[in-house]
T-cell receptor, first 107, second 113 residues
Framework: GIQVEQSPPDLILQEGANSTLRCNFS?????LQWFHQNPWGQLINLFY???GTKQNGRLSATTVATERYSLLYISSSQTTDSGVYFC?????????FGQGTELSVKP | NAGVTQTPKFQVLKTGQSMTLQCAQD?????MYWYRQDPGMGLRLIYY???????DKGEVPNGYNVSRLNKREFSLRLESAAPSQTSVYFC????????????FGPGTRLTVT
């Protein structure tokens, strides 16, 4: 089945810094989603982005489906951005998650 | 809309006990899913239901059964709980049609002693 790999596994930022998280997937996919799991465990939908670029406030995402990767950009990070960021690729009726990137934003 | 709701939020079971986790969605989604999340890991699919009346196994189905009661509700049953089933369980539903975008409930934290 499809493999989804995220990097880096951990990231520590100072408030106000920018960051890029990467998601590689091993096969073509119908859908790719980015989620933020906050420190209380809640999974929040960030982007549904099978291809192209989308922006939502300080966050943006780009998926290059032909090269099998997606990037999540966080600009001007805030402490509330802390948590784990997951990408998940949809193939054959199933959403396959990566292992996540744990982000900690320090004040 | 409440979105995807799950009950209970927390549960502690003894080995061998049974229980049912409940999930409901009010977004008129056709497909529903059950996942588990173990510490330091992403979510893994247990079972899913593409539409009312159908269920299929995911990546880790052993030890679980599911019921798609109607379009809104999808339950997960542990017949004889084991410590290896200690986990956080998430239910999700997806948008009808071809977009496949999934929305998640708040999770149930289950401990089996």
């Amino acid at each position: 089945g499809i493999q989804v790999e995220q990097s880096p596994p951990d990231l520590i930022l100072q408030e106000g810094a920018n960051s890029t998280l990467r998601c590689n997937f091993s096969d073509s996919v119908n859908n790719l989603q980015w989620f933020h799991q906050n420190p209380w465990g809640q999974l929040i939908n960030l982007f549904y982005i099978p291809s192209g670029t989308k922006q939502n406030g300080r966050l943006s995402a780009t998926t290059v489906a032909t090269e099998r990767y997606s990037l999540l950009y966080i600009s001007s990070s805030q402490t509330t951005d802390s948590g784990v960021y997951f990408c998940a690729a949809y193939q054959g009726g199933k959403l396959i998650f990566g292992q996540g990137t744990e982000l900690s934003v320090k004040p | 809309n409440a979105g995807v709701t799950q009950t209970p939020k927390f549960q502690v079971l003894k080995t061998g006990q049974s229980m049912t986790l409940q999930c409901a969605q009010d977004m008129n989604h056709n497909s529903m899913y059950w996942y588990r999340q173990d510490p330091g890991m992403g979510l893994r699919l247990i079972y899913y239901s593409a539409s009312e009346g159908t269920t299929d196994k995911g990546e880790v189905p052993n030890g679980y059964n599911v019921s798609r009661l109607n379009k809104r509700e999808f339950s997960l049953r542990l017949e004889s709980a084991a410590p290896s089933q200690t986990s956080v369980y998430f239910c999700a539903s997806s948008v009808p049609g071809t977009s496949y975008e999934q929305y998640f409930g708040p999770g149930t934290r289950l401990t089996v002693t």
